[in-house]
């Protein structure tokens, strides 16, 4: 081993990185001089690291079409069901859309943004752009605001620190109006999003909260707003939330 | 950069590999002298590189106890949905649910096993161990011999050359009756399976194909041997397979 060489893993890790984290929700396949373009990673040692990461699965390459490998699927299935979470909240959800007929998320809070670790869609609901694993700004949806209010006050700064920006037509932008709505949220227990994500379409959210009182994720009923009624879904989201943080906090079943 | 590191590269990147997929689906949490057990990596290797993939949000570390980042789960959401195979199948997958009450999975070919991309429990069905990302042997599931029968023969060459273990009560575990069986599913464009994965079970599975006539991934319903008629459910999920091709052979749609 050469004596740069514990240095160097550190490099090859970030690079490892780099090329998994090139790949965006819009992409099917790429080619070697985009991988470079998006990794800042020279093209000589994109070709090495995509011929080292084939092997191993993690990538995929069809001719010039590379993509990311079946395997990594696999390995990510298992980092959010090591959490527990998704299967344990499942039945909720199913029970969710069964009972309202509109589509139900479980979201958890990746820095400012919400990531959904699971999506049921409902037979009434609108088409949403919220996908299984995708992210969205929490400050603009039901399950991010009752996350919000239900985290540490560092968190709710660094939110406001990088800005409220405009998603839907009604998202609060106001760093005030915001922190009042935290509160209320905090002491309601439910979040309601009108038109702050998208138009036409309300949310009514509420969190699963460990033994401090911290949120660990939410979920949310997701219906157009001039369909469904928010208060009468309400009380069936708190219910299921309440239900779900009593089977999370009884310890995970696997 | 060492004479030596374009070596080290390949050495480095199966580490990170070893180290990604030294998880299984029984484990929350796994220390570093486990992590180096399972892995075969030594204990200072193990430590260093842990650090490097935490700094990259591919592990997440919580005191001794390391777990799969959330990002892996963000990336294996990307993987396989560049596949367009489960945004596709979705809506399909849903109706079948729907309509049959029971458990609609929809799963590829990863060598002798099969790998489930969606699964959604029905309420009528019984409880499965099939799960999302998780593996099975393909040879005593339906969607398995769905896919296998329109497969390459060196692909199937391959399945009976590792054995045909028994995994449920009558799992085919005769070569030649396997492969008589798979002449009779092409013909066809359905699998029937009788309690080959377990005790008590059913399902009936039928292969999505591309414009070569082979099999992509294929789908299923799943149900008590008792309660589920196979013959009836047989044409729903064959009309939905073959909507499904036609769908994924118009292209994708992101």
């Known amino acids: 081993?050469?004596?740069?060489?514990?240095?160097?893993?550190?490099?090859?890790t970030a690079r490892v990185a780099?090329?998994?984290?090139?790949?965006?929700?819009?992409?099917?396949?790429?080619g070697i001089s985009e991988l470079a373009r998006r990794s800042g990673i020279p093209k000589s040692s994109v070709?090495?690291?995509?011929?080292?990461?084939?092997?191993?699965?993690?990538?995929?390459?069809?001719g010039t079409a590379i993509r990311l490998g079946l395997?990594?699927?696999?390995?990510?299935?298992?980092?959010?069901?090591?959490?527990?979470?998704v299967d344990a909240a499942r039945p909720y959800l199913a029970d969710l859309r069964e009972a309202t007929r509109n589509t139900v998320h479980l979201a958890v809070l990746e820095?400012?943004?919400?990531?959904?670790?699971?999506?049921?869609?409902g037979p009434d609901a609108p088409a949403l752009p919220s996908r299984i694993g995708g992210r969205f700004p929490a400050h603009a949806t039901g399950v991010g605001k009752a996350l919000l209010a239900h985290s540490p006050e560092?968190?709710?700064?660094?939110?406001?620190?990088?800005?409220?920006?405009?998603?839907?037509?009604?998202?609060?932008?106001?760093?005030?109006?915001?922190?009042?709505q935290l509160?209320?949220?905090?002491?309601?227990?439910?979040?309601?999003?009108?038109e702050e994500s998208r138009a036409g379409v309300i949310c009514v959210a509420s969190p699963l909260?460990?033994?401090?009182?911290?949120?660990?994720?939410?979920?949310?009923?997701?219906?157009?707003?001039?369909?469904?009624?928010?208060?009468?879904?309400?009380?069936?989201?708190?219910?299921?939330?309440?239900?779900?943080?009593?089977t999370l906090l009884a310890g995970p079943k696997r």
């Not at 509160?183 to 009108?194: M, N, Q, S, V």
Request: hydrophobic residues 45%; contains cysteine.
């Open 1 to 12: 081993m050469c004596p740069a060489q514990r240095n160097d893993d550190g490099q090859l």
């Open 18 to 30: 780099a090329l998994l984290t090139a790949f965006s929700p819009g992409d099917d396949a790429l």
């Open 47 to 62: 070709h090495r690291l995509v011929g080292h990461l084939t092997t191993e699965g993690l990538l995929e390459r069809d």
């Open 71 to 85: 395997r990594l699927f696999e390995i990510g299935q298992l980092a959010v069901r090591q959490r527990g979470l």
């Open 111 to 121: 820095g400012t943004e919400v990531v959904y670790l699971d999506v049921l869609g």
């Open 154 to 180: 560092s968190t709710v700064d660094a939110v406001l620190a990088a800005g409220l920006p405009r998603v839907g037509p009604r998202t609060i932008i106001a760093p005030g109006l915001f922190r009042k």
């Open 183 to 194: 509160g209320k949220i905090r002491a309601d227990g439910i979040a309601y999003e009108r």
């Open 209 to 246: 909260l460990n033994h401090a009182g911290s949120a660990v994720a939410a979920i949310s009923i997701t219906g157009w707003s001039t369909r469904m009624r928010a208060d009468r879904v309400a009380p069936a989201v708190r219910t299921a939330a309440l239900a779900l943080s009593r």
